[in-house]
């Protein structure tokens, strides 16, 4: 799913710059819970910004699901993620004026995938994955922390993406929700999908499939764990 080749960001600055990577080289498989994780400064975002072409490489090559995403233009970066990315942020990032179903099947309309009658049945079998249906005609600002991460999630998986990348996704929730999000994103994987994680999370090995440790802008750890709780529960329940 991700192919990472000699992979360094030098972020411009006195003194030569700030390098955030450092000749990183990975691969990471499909359908699994990756999370990243390292000390603030260590270069976890700056790996998912990458990955996710929000930001260009100084040096390397970046692949993802056999695309080369380091050599495509900026028209052509918007495209291919409106169509293979789903991206989940830890303050959720939804349209205050529209409501939870308008903001899951925004990307819908953008891409194209999916129009009408077709768009609207598929955002409300999302929202329903996600457990939140009875939301769906309500403002963001009518919902608590965890529905609305619920409804960004729900919002990432509009387009079937190959891949969904979330950053810091329970940084802003307590932690009994922040829980079952982390439970949320790992069904995700155990129903296909590849989901990529930056976390501070301190523990989690009991949800995540593999656990990529970065410190200084370099990979230390990349540990192939089986979750300790091998029954997640359903989307609906998590």
Same mark, same amino acid.
């Given at each position: 799913?991700?192919? &990472?080749?000699?992979l360094?960001?030098?972020? *411009?600055?006195?003194?030569?710059?700030?390098?955030?990577?450092?000749?990183? !080289?990975? !691969? @990471?498989?499909?359908? $699994? %819970?990756?999370?990243?994780?390292g000390?603030?400064?260590?270069?976890?975002?700056?790996?998912?910004? &990458?990955?996710?072409?929000?930001?260009?490489? =100084?040096?390397?090559e970046? +692949?993802v699901?056999?695309?080369a995403?380091?050599?495509?233009?900026?028209? #052509? &970066?918007? !495209?291919?993620?409106?169509?293979?990315?789903?991206?989940? %942020? #830890?303050? %959720?990032?939804?349209?205050? =004026?529209?409501?939870?179903?308008?903001?899951?099947? @925004? *990307?819908?309309?953008?891409c194209?995938?999916?129009?009408?009658?077709?768009?609207?049945?598929?955002?409300l079998? @999302?929202? $329903?994955?996600?457990?939140?249906?009875?939301?769906?005609?309500?403002l963001?600002?009518?919902l608590?922390?965890?529905?609305?991460?619920?409804?960004?999630?729900?919002?990432?998986?509009?387009?079937d993406?190959?891949?969904?990348?979330a950053?810091? *996704? =329970?940084?802003?929730?307590?932690?009994?929700?922040?829980?079952?999000?982390?439970?949320?994103?790992?069904?995700?994987? /155990? +129903?296909?999908?590849?989901?990529?994680?930056v !976390?501070?999370?301190?523990?989690?090995?009991a949800?995540?499939?593999?656990?990529?440790? &970065?410190?200084?802008?370099?990979?230390?750890?990349?540990?192939? /764990? /089986?979750?300790?709780?091998?029954?997640?529960?359903?989307?609906? +329940?998590?």
């Open positions: 799913m991700i192919e &990472l080749r000699s360094s960001k030098v972020y *411009p600055g006195p003194d030569g710059g700030t390098p955030a990577l450092d000749n990183v !080289t990975l !691969t @990471l498989p499909a359908g $699994e %819970f990756i999370a990243i994780v000390k603030s400064g260590s270069g976890k975002s700056t790996l998912i910004n &990458l990955i996710a072409g929000i930001d260009r490489p =100084t040096r390397g970046v +692949h699901g056999g695309q995403v380091h050599r495509l233009d900026e028209s #052509q &970066l918007a !495209t291919w993620r409106g169509r293979h990315l789903g991206v989940v %942020f #830890q303050f %959720f990032q939804l349209l205050p =004026t529209l409501t939870v179903l308008e903001n899951v099947t @925004l *990307p819908m309309d953008f194209g995938t999916f129009a009408g009658a077709e768009a609207r049945q598929r955002g079998q @999302l929202l $329903e994955q996600v457990g939140i249906a009875e939301q769906a005609h309500k963001p600002s009518a608590s922390g965890g529905q609305q991460q619920r409804a960004a999630i729900a919002r990432a998986m509009a387009n993406p190959l891949l969904i990348v950053d810091e *996704p =329970t940084g802003n929730l307590d932690t009994h929700t922040a829980d079952a999000v982390l439970s949320l994103l790992a069904s995700l994987a /155990r +129903h296909g999908k590849s989901v990529l994680m !976390t501070h999370e301190r523990d989690i090995s949800v995540a499939d593999r656990v990529v440790t &970065l410190a200084d802008g370099r990979v230390v750890g990349n540990e192939a /764990r /089986r979750p300790a709780t091998p029954a997640v529960r359903e989307l609906r +329940h998590a």
